[in-house]
T-cell receptor
Framework: AQKITQTQPGMFVQEKEAVTLDCTYD???????LFWYKQPSSGEMIFLIY??????QNATEGRYSLNFQKARKSANLVISASQLGDSAMYFC????????????FGAGTRLFVKA | NAGVTQTPKFQVLKTGQSMTLQCAQDMNHNSMYWYRQDPGMGLRLIYYSASEGTTDKGEVPNGYNVSRLNKREFSLRLESAAPSQTSVYFCASIQLAGSNEQFFGPGTRLTVL
């Protein structure tokens, strides 16, 4: 069965420092995708980054990178050079071929960036 | 190109009332989804439609029904609203053969008294 776990309810980081948000997953499907979304206080869901299970390299998008460790079933998000605007909820998600591309989300991590 | 649109943005219901949340996408996407997000929590999948003409239950389907009216539209119906259904409801869509990004609507904030 699909499962996504985010164990950090809240995280603090100093402005300009890097921070890692944890995500572990479970699936029996060898083909799957992992996603990170940002939800600011305004409520919209903003796509950040995607990693496919067969991708050889870790995904990067600007200041965001995904530390993909397949054997450990982890897909941690690394934000470099944190900015005040990075303060938000961050959700990890997974999609596999179970039941027609069903996508499930973790409980989220609230990130606070301190000036 | 409006992306994913949802109506209404806000709604207050009394216990036992019914209503339908509307969702439409203009990106020719195949799959559409309905999620609910309770305060301080992640998104839980209610129902999804992998393609036009098909619908499947997600994690929390009880108390809801859905209709994939056509490729563009996917509606969520609450037949007899309960206070436990107070939540923010998000519709989303993806194009299986194209981008892997799931596009979200702006959400509907529903309160059941």
């Amino acid at each position: 069965a699909q499962k996504i776990t985010q164990t950090q309810p809240g995280m603090f980081v100093q402005e300009k420092e890097a921070v890692t948000l944890d995500c572990t997953y479970d699936t029996s499907d060898p083909s799957y995708g992992l996603f990170w979304y940002k939800q600011p206080s305004s409520g919209e869901m903003i796509f950040l980054i995607y990693q496919g299970s067969y991708d050889q390299q870790n995904a990067t998008e600007g200041r965001y990178s995904l530390n993909f460790q397949k054997a450990r079933k982890s897909a941690n998000l690394v934000i470099s050079a944190s900015q005040l605007g990075d303060s938000a909820m961050y959700f990890c998600a997974m999609r596999d071929h179970t039941g027609g591309f069903k996508t499930i989300f973790g409980a989220g991590t609230r990130l606070f960036v301190k000036a | 190109n409006a992306g994913v649109t949802q109506t209404p943005k806000f709604q207050v219901l009394k216990t036992g009332q019914s209503m339908t949340l509307q969702c439409a996408q203009d990106m020719n996407h195949n799959s559409m989804y309905w999620y609910r997000q309770d305060p301080g929590m992640g998104l839980r999948l209610i129902y999804y439609s992998a393609s036009e003409g098909t619908t499947d239950k997600g994690e929390v389907p009880n108390g809801y029904n859905v209709s994939r009216l056509n490729k563009r539209e996917f509606s969520l119906r609450l037949e007899s609203a309960a206070p436990s259904q107070t939540s923010v409801y998000f519709c989303a869509s993806i194009q299986l053969a194209g981008s892997n990004e799931q596009f979200f609507g702006p959400g509907t904030r529903l309160t059941v008294l």
